[in-house]
T-cell receptor, first 112, second 115 residues
Framework: DVKVTQSSRYLVKRTGEKVFLECVQD?????MFWYRQDPGLGLRLIYF???????EKGDIPEGYSVSREKKERFSLILESASTNQTSMYLC???????????FGPGTRLTVL | AQSVTQPDIHITVSEGASLELRCNYS??????LFWYVQSPGQGLQLLLK??????LVQGIKGFEAEFKRSQSSFNLRKPSVHWSDAAEYFC?????????????FGKGTHLIIQP
């Protein structure tokens, strides 16, 4: 079975801190994705990557950056956390474009 | 741009009753369609998917969905719900062009099961 793991289930940070959210998948998937989930808004795509060192902006990239140095790992970075980035963050991976995505358990981030 | 509409924010169903969750999509070409379920505090689990072929697809946990191109719909159904089906359900679409595109999700339908 595909396994997507995220480094933390819950995280509390202060405004202005630099925040790293880590995601690792163990099935050699090419594509990896970061979404945020907010009540009433569903899931929205922040960034995705289709290869090592490649990244593409999603629908809401402002305030975020990403890093993919190894195929199995995709990091989401909040350069200077703000309270409006309090959310649930979900990582996903897929074999190739158009195929199903496998999701991690999510990280609930609170920015105070 | 592609979009997904789930018209029902909340649905309440009695245990043992049938269920239908609605999903309408907007996409210019042939879409790939998905239904995911999210239990409280959990990530998303894939229920079923439609890529091509038979428009009635079977999924896990007794769910099925029917793709209707003429109505741009992909409604999820279950003949008899169980209390464990209480969760958030998301419909999603992605292009079939083969690019590494993210999914576009609906805003979700919260399913409540009455005893």
């Amino acid at each position: 079975d595909v396994k997507v793991t995220q480094s933390s289930r819950y995280l509390v940070k202060r405004t202005g801190e630099k925040v790293f959210l880590e995601c690792v998948q163990d099935m050699d998937h090419e594509n990896m994705f970061w979404y945020r989930q907010d009540p009433g808004l569903g899931l929205r795509l922040i960034y995705f990557s289709y290869d090592v060192k490649m990244k593409e902006k999603g629908d809401i990239p402002e305030g975020y950056s990403v890093s993919r140095e190894k195929k199995e790992r995709f990091s989401l970075i909040l350069e200077s956390a703000s309270t409006n980035q309090t959310s649930m963050y979900l990582c996903a991976s897929s074999l190739q474009g158009g195929n199903e995505q496998f999701f991690g358990p999510g990280t609930r981030l609170t920015v105070l | 741009a592609q979009s997904v509409t789930q018209p029902d924010i909340h649905i309440t169903v009695s245990e043992g009753a049938s269920l239908e969750l609605r999903c309408n999509y907007s996409y210019g070409a042939t879409p790939y369609l998905f239904w995911y379920v999210q239990s409280p505090g959990q990530g998303l689990q894939l229920l079923l998917k439609y890529f091509s072929g038979d428009t009635l697809v079977q999924g896990i946990k007794g769910f099925e969905a029917e793709f209707k191109r003429s109505q741009s719909s992909f409604n999820l159904r279950k003949p008899s719900v169980h209390w464990s089906d209480a969760a958030e359900y998301f419909c999603a679409v992605v292009g079939s062009g083969g690019g590494a595109d993210g999914l576009t999700f609906g805003k979700g339908t919260h399913l409540i099961i009455q005893p």
